[in-house]
């Protein structure tokens, strides 16, 4: 008779689920990644604003900023690994899903993040392919309700903008 080995490199509770607040089933490995992350950046400077910024309602200048900080924290880890005597997630390569649940954020939302903010950068205030004044204005406005339906609503924009542009240019930048 053959025995199988499982592989060393994930516990066994690594396999099991638990639900987030998202609703989406998270592994215990990515909460044991996102936990050790969280760790680390919980004592940085920009985490206490970006904590306190997820009370209030932001203009989406603000957001932004939020958006950035992610952004930055997606950047410095995705692809790097996991220290190996890390319990549950030793020597694991690190996710963008990993990342997201140190924010206790859905993937979604890293998602829409990075999204805005590459077409900001294009269409926003000295967008590289132009800068419309409609995302530019929009930028400024309070939000009518919560800042999560006002960044939808701008992200929408971003993209309507961008189909047009990729209209007008079929050739590219």
């Known amino acids: 008779s053959t025995t199988v080995s499982q592989p060393t490199t994930l516990a ?3 396999t099991s689920l ?8 998270t592994s215990a490995l990515d909460n044991a990644v996102g936990m050790w992350i969280r760790g680390i950046i919980s004592k940085e400077p920009q985490w206490d604003a970006f904590v306190k910024n997820r009370t209030r309602v932001l203009k989406m200048a603000e957001q932004l900023e939020q958006y950035k900080y992610v952004q930055r924290v997606i950047d410095r880890y995705v692809g ?3 220290p ?3 319990e549950g997630a030793g020597g694991v390569v690190i996710t963008k899903a990993q990342v997201m649940r140190a924010f206790n954020l859905s993937l979604s939302w ?3 993040c990075t999204e805005t903010l590459v077409l900001t950068t294009l269409y926003g205030p000295g967008g590289t392919r132009c800068e419309d004044a409609r995302v530019c204005a929009m930028l400024e406005e309070t939000p009518p309700i919560t800042t999560g339906m006002q960044a939808k609503k701008y992200l929408t924009l971003l993209r309507e903008v961008h189909g047009q542009w990729t209209i007008a240019h079929p050739d590219g930048p």
């Open 12 to 14: 066994p509770s690594a």
């Open 18 to 25: 638990a639900p987030t607040l998202s609703g989406a089933a």
């Open 80 to 82: 790097s690994t996991t």
């Open 84 to 86: 190996v005597d890390l």
């Open 110 to 112: 890293g998602d829409d």
